[in-house]
């Protein structure tokens, strides 16, 4: 039998030999404009009601106890969708690795025969770039360009509103194939801070497969974000995961950083995974990386994680890079992970390469 209180959060709820996708081996020396970053994201809602469902739904959630063996978080933020209106991002994650949801999908409220209604959706961009999305609810001026054919609608609830929030079911059974299921039912109930979850699976005769206990609810109280959010004056916006290792680079240090590199559109660009390779570099990196890349190092520890935002004149320019098929003035996403630093031996020390470049640290030829 599947673990029903996960199944119920699960229903609901740079570079090697071509260096960074080529991306960081064909450096460009970003120009230095006059730089006026993006705006947040600034929805208008349909009426008051939807909007005051929106505001008691949207921020941090917290699983007050376990669920498969992990306490769950989530995130609930306003987020864009071209051809939908009143849309919501939703992320969760496993609290022990808040970098790597497992669950990232849109809910969007509307009126049906005058009630409202909260309509799931499931992404359908493929999995290459669904990474491009992860930690995205902290960073609502550069989301992701989607629209509706980007998604597929899995479920609705209808909503009565209350005082303190609201409570909703599905008005009917829906089609699953989870745990033997053949379709399903849903209900939530928010009252204040405190937010359940209940999913019911039923079988081909009728009977509850899974779900029939009162421990298949889950339930949330609202929390703080599971990851910090930097927004730098020049544009760049660096999300941090954690956890916090022993070492952060100094100059010199040989750094090994595992990356996926996104445009907004969804198109992953390069990733050291699928080579399975991380970029070595000395810090700071200089010539051998754009600037943003640079930015984004300072601080970041040993076996920690980080998303690193990087505005158009941080990365390429006006250029852009088209080996790489990074568009002029593109923004690029990078998820990266410092997989280990070896600390320099001559911190201070400088050493010049055969074509007369000079980089800190001691000789890595």
Same mark, same amino acid.
């Not at 920690?304 to 390429?316: A, W």
């Given at each position: 039998?599947?673990?029903v209180?996960?199944?119920?959060?699960?229903?609901?709820?740079?570079?090697?030999?071509?260096?960074?996708?080529?991306? =960081?081996? %064909?450096?460009?020396?970003?120009?230095?404009?006059?730089?006026?970053?993006?705006? =947040?994201?600034? &929805?208008?809602?349909?009426? %008051?009601?939807?909007?005051?469902?929106?505001?008691?739904?949207?921020?941090?959630?917290?699983?007050?106890?376990?669920?498969?063996?992990?306490?769950?978080?989530?995130?609930?933020?306003?987020?864009?969708?071209?051809?939908? *209106?009143?849309?919501?991002?939703v992320? +969760?994650? #496993?609290?022990?690795?808040? $970098?790597?949801?497992?669950?990232?999908?849109?809910?969007?409220?509307?009126?049906y025969?005058? /009630?409202?209604?909260?309509?799931?959706?499931?992404?359908?961009?493929g *999995?290459?770039?669904?990474?491009?999305?992860?930690?995205?609810?902290? +960073?609502?001026?550069?989301? &992701?360009e989607?629209? #509706?054919?980007?998604?597929?609608?899995?479920? /609705?609830?209808?909503?009565?509103?209350?005082?303190?929030?609201?409570?909703g079911?599905?008005p009917?059974?829906?089609?699953?194939?989870v745990?033997?299921?053949?379709?399903?039912?849903?209900?939530?109930?928010?009252?204040?801070? @405190?937010?359940?979850?209940?999913?019911r699976?039923?079988?081909?005769d009728?009977?509850?497969?899974?779900?029939?206990? *009162?421990?298949?609810?889950? %339930?949330?109280?609202r929390?703080?974000?599971?990851?910090?959010?930097? #927004?730098?004056? !020049?544009?760049?916006?660096?999300?941090?995961?954690?956890?916090?290792g022993?070492?952060?680079?100094?100059?010199?240090?040989?750094?090994?950083?595992?990356? !996926?590199?996104?445009? @907004? /559109?969804?198109?992953?660009?390069?990733?050291s995974y699928?080579?399975d390779?991380?970029?070595?570099?000395?810090?700071?990196?200089?010539?051998?990386?754009?600037?943003? $890349?640079?930015?984004?190092?300072?601080g970041?520890?040993?076996?920690?994680?980080?998303?690193?935002?990087?505005?158009?004149?941080?990365?390429?320019?006006?250029r852009?890079?088209?080996?790489?098929?990074?568009?002029?003035?593109?923004?690029?996403?990078?998820?990266? $992970?410092?997989?280990?630093?070896?600390?320099?031996?001559?911190?201070?020390?400088?050493?010049?390469?055969? /074509?007369?470049?000079v980089?800190?640290?001691?000789?890595?030829?």
């Open positions: 039998m599947p673990n209180r996960l199944l119920s959060t699960a229903m609901f709820a740079l570079a090697m030999a071509t260096g960074l996708a080529t991306a =960081q081996g %064909e450096m460009a020396q970003p120009e230095t404009p006059q730089f006026e970053p993006p705006a =947040q994201y600034a &929805p208008s809602w349909s009426d %008051e009601e939807i909007a005051r469902a929106v505001e008691m739904l949207s921020g941090a959630w917290t699983s007050s106890n376990e669920v498969g063996g992990s306490t769950i978080q989530m995130m609930v933020t306003p987020a864009p969708v071209s051809g939908l *209106s009143d849309t919501l991002y992320e +969760a994650v #496993r609290a022990e690795i808040p $970098w790597d949801p497992f669950r990232r999908a849109f809910f969007q409220l509307y009126r025969k005058g /009630d409202i209604r909260l309509r799931t959706y499931e992404l359908a961009t *999995s290459a770039s669904l990474g491009l999305f992860d930690g995205m609810w902290g +960073a609502s001026e550069y989301f &992701p989607i629209s #509706r054919d980007d998604l597929i609608a899995t479920l /609705d609830v209808e909503l009565s509103m209350s005082a303190n929030g609201f409570t079911s599905t009917y059974p829906y089609p699953t194939g745990g033997g299921a053949v379709e399903m039912t849903s209900s939530v109930t928010l009252d204040g801070d @405190t937010l359940s979850v209940a999913d699976g039923y079988g081909a009728g009977s509850v497969v899974w779900g029939a206990d *009162s421990d298949s609810t889950v %339930e949330y109280k929390s703080k974000p599971y990851a910090e959010v930097n #927004r730098r004056p !020049d544009g760049m916006i660096v999300i941090d995961y954690g956890p916090q022993d070492l952060v680079p100094q100059d010199g240090d040989e750094l090994h950083v595992h990356y !996926d590199g996104f445009l @907004t /559109d969804g198109t992953r660009f390069d990733s699928t080579r390779t991380a970029f070595v570099f000395q810090y700071p990196p200089g010539t051998r990386a754009i600037t943003g $890349w640079g930015i984004g190092m300072e970041f520890s040993s076996g920690s994680h980080r998303k690193l935002i990087i505005p158009g004149y941080l990365g390429y320019g006006e852009g890079n088209p080996r790489a098929a990074i568009p002029g003035d593109a923004t690029l996403v990078f998820n990266v $992970w410092m997989a280990h630093i070896n600390r320099s031996e001559n911190p201070g020390m400088t050493h010049t390469h055969e /074509d007369g470049t980089h800190e640290g001691a000789s890595h030829d």
